[in-house]
């Protein structure tokens, strides 16, 4: 069993950035892929991102390449967002997830935070 909680969340205006983090507790955490989606009002969920257990092969969506950046601490038992470049389109519930084996479905991952509220005014 794994428990996730998100925080880091907030209003922030368009261009500006914001630091998720996800603190983990229970199993071995370096055991598992760490994903971080995203929900908006009316919409599925969707993709963020999603770093494997060692900590290498990083995948990003399409819509926020080159502006978020995850990474985890095993240590730490944490995994982290880096959201540069905000735009009004990545307002939405962001979630981090655990899995076994990773991917980029949300069926892919079997625990799940209660996800933080980000904001991004124009």
């Known amino acids: 069993q794994v428990q996730l909680v998100e925080s880091g969340g907030g209003l922030v205006q368009a261009g500006g950035s914001l630091r998720l983090s996800c603190a983990a507790s229970?199993?071995?955490?370096?055991?598992?892929?760490m994903g971080w989606f995203r929900q908006a009002p009316g919409k599925e969920r969707e993709f963020v991102a999603t770093?494997?257990?060692?900590?290498?092969?990083?995948y990003y969506a399409d819509s926020v390449k080159g502006r978020f950046t995850i990474s985890r601490d095993n240590a730490k038992n944490a995994v982290y967002l880096q959201m540069n470049s905000l735009k009004p389109e990545d307002t939405a519930v962001y979630y981090c997830?655990?899995?076994?084996?990773?991917?980029?479905?949300?069926?892919?991952?079997?625990?799940w935070g209660q996800g933080t509220q980000v904001t991004v005014s124009s």
């Open positions: 770093i494997r257990g060692s900590g290498s092969n990083i």
């Open positions: 229970g199993r071995t955490f370096s055991g598992y892929a």
């Open positions: 997830a655990a899995a076994v084996s990773g991917g980029s479905r949300p069926y892919d991952y079997g625990y």
